[in-house]
């Protein structure tokens, strides 16, 4: 489309926001955008509708169709009442969780969104302020509602906001009703928004859930006694700014830590995120302070998570005593060896337990259940693809933990979204049980490694805003299609999968099979001669490209870890150079 097509096209649609169906507030901000001389602000504001897709809504907040707003919420709400009324019609009550986290507008769009639901009939629980959402999960389940709703945009920067929609099983939205309900949106118009809520059917949520939360939570918990002789643990706890404040604090008082230290600054609850550019525990920056904070008060540990509390991410001393912060990969590895671990121990396993991983998540966590008689299922990235699992084998067999690697983990089925509170207690846990057994945290991971395999992981993210960001990702997809990798640090590449298609080559044998799926997605994978790993696939949430290395290599004992590490590291220097990033 020409630029003044595409101009003319943007100016007509947002002309129409300046009609007396929107508020005054919003119409001021459509004209400013309308008048200014540089139209590019209008242009990404209306260009296109911000698509409610497979995961909710997410985008920058602000006037237009394009953004995050009443509207483009309230749509989302009334989309989402519409089929919940045809897909439980025959229910007396249709009752839906609402939580939000700490960003601006957040809670204006919950009580929005409340009100929406309990003027269509729906009986709204809305938490009394910001919370986890592991614990909006928690309550779907715990209430018996229909749906959830979670004002969120993860650990995004400080200008988005979004929504994520849950099912009655707690979980967020999968086939069919993800598409369901995004046809149910789509032929939402602002008339038919009701906004004027019934107060009779919003009921408060606040410490009564926070207490059956915490209390169900300490029943995952396998070592009380190692807790108990080592309860005064240095624990830093950094909630970024965010919904951790509220829970995990007392969630680690409960079990029985009784030295956690906060970081005063970022306790501070703001949708700004004053002491952080990315309000993200997988950004080392986010956790400075934190570590900082640990450095001051010998802490052994550091803990962070991110505005919604489902993102965990960890930090321990390495064998100088110096802090290194985990990746997701390693944090999930400790905590799956941990739990097949002491479940074996204590005579716990049965033979149906199983665990979960994604599938750009580190095949290392796939050979410690595997080789402890423990199945482990892959899935697609995204938590409720892990959920998709369980709600198949409920009733049937026992989940004992599952994750992905990027920083989410989940240890209890009462919850069906990643936690990073059920994380951080059970990784305290673990700190007490491994000086029990003589280690500290970094011998038990170079031992696991010794054990099973070394792994080394890194995810590299390449951001492209905008309409012509999202272009430019598309033509990345095309060409690593189009042209496939041949081999990668020295290693032939022997097998290509590719989720769009659900196929994959074998090139050692040069034929072709079906991947099983539930569903296609964009996602690219290359499996090398040495074991090498890439995932290729553009991010759901953010305008990124998102880009996972896995390197193997054999560790033969603790004092060959450095050593190993380098050459590991070299490899995926290397592997960047191959793949141009």
Excluded at 480 to 494: C, D, H, M, Y
Aim: charged content about 25%.
């Amino acid at each position: 489309m020409e630029n003044n097509d595409l101009l003319m096209q943007v100016t007509a649609k947002a002309k129409m926001w300046l009609s007396d169906k929107y508020d005054e507030q919003t119409r001021k901000e459509v004209q400013a955008l309308l008048d200014k001389e540089d139209k590019t602000e209008l242009i990404e504001a209306f260009y296109k509708d911000l698509e409610f897709g497979t995961g909710g809504l997410r985008g920058i907040m602000g006037a237009g169709t394009n953004r995050v707003n009443i509207y483009t919420i309230g749509a989302a709400t009334q989309g989402l009442t519409n089929y919940l009324l045809k897909e439980f019609s025959a229910l007396k009550q249709i009752k839906v969780v609402i939580g939000h986290d700490c960003r601006n507008n957040s809670r204006k769009f919950a009580e929005i969104s409340a009100d929406i639901l309990s003027a269509n009939g729906i009986k709204a629980y809305l938490f009394e302020d910001l919370r986890p959402t592991p614990e909006v999960s928690y309550a779907i389940r715990k209430l018996g509602c229909q749906s959830g709703i979670m004002i969120t945009a993860s650990h995004n920067p400080k200008a988005y906001n979004g929504y994520k929609a849950y099912w009655e099983d707690g979980a967020q939205v999968i086939p069919p009703h993800d598409k369901n309900i995004i046809a149910e949106v789509n032929r939402v118009n602002v008339e038919s928004i009701k906004f004027k809520g019934n107060k009779k059917l919003i009921e408060i949520l606040g410490k009564d859930m926070d207490d059956a939360y915490i209390k169900d939570l300490k029943t995952i918990l396998l070592s009380p006694d190692s807790i108990k002789r080592h309860n005064n643990i240095g624990i830093v706890y950094t909630p970024l700014h965010g919904t951790g404040f509220t829970v995990i604090p007392k969630a680690l008082k409960a079990c029985g830590f009784e030295n956690i230290i906060n970081v005063p600054e970022q306790d501070v609850l703001s949708g700004d995120f004053p002491t952080v550019v990315s309000p993200n525990p997988e950004d080392p920056a986010a956790m400075a302070l934190a570590v900082k904070k640990a450095e001051e008060t010998n802490a052994e540990l550091v803990f962070a998570t991110d505005p919604d509390a489902d993102r965990f991410g960890a930090g321990i001393r390495n064998d100088k005593g110096e802090f290194i912060l985990l990746n997701g990969n390693q944090t999930m590895l400790i905590l799956i060896y941990y739990i097949i671990t002491r479940r074996k121990e204590l005579g716990l396993l049965t033979g149906k337990e199983y665990t979960v991983r994604t599938i750009v998540t580190s095949a290392l966590t796939q050979v410690v259940s595997e080789k402890n008689g423990v199945e482990m299922f892959e899935c697609y990235t995204g938590f409720k693809w892990i959920a998709a699992v369980m709600r198949e084998l409920e009733g049937k067999r026992q989940y004992i933990g599952g994750g992905e690697e990027s920083y989410g983990f989940l240890a209890e089925d009462f919850v069906r979204d990643k936690d990073s509170v059920s994380a951080a207690i059970l990784f305290g846990e673990i700190a007490a049980w491994a000086k029990d057994n003589g280690k500290t945290l970094y011998e038990m991971l170079q031992d696991i490694y010794v054990e099973y395999g070394f792994s080394k992981e890194k995810g590299i993210s390449v951001t492209k805003e905008g309409r012509s960001g999202a272009e430019e990702i598309e033509a990345m997809m095309k060409n690593f299609r189009e042209n496939p990798i041949k081999q990668l640090a020295g290693s032939k590449v022997t097998l290509i999968k590719d989720f769009v298609t659900l196929k994959a080559q074998d090139l050692n044998i040069n034929e072709e099979y079906t991947l099983e799926m539930p569903t296609t997605s964009n996602v690219l994978q290359y499996f090398t001669e040495d074991g090498t790993k890439i995932s290729i696939r553009p991010s759901g949430t953010e305008p990124k490209i998102k880009f996972y290395i896995e390197v193997k290599a054999k560790l033969k004992s603790r004092a060959d870890y450095d050593a190993v590490d380098a050459n590991t590291e070299k490899k995926i220097e290397q592997v960047c150079k191959d793949l141009g990033i």
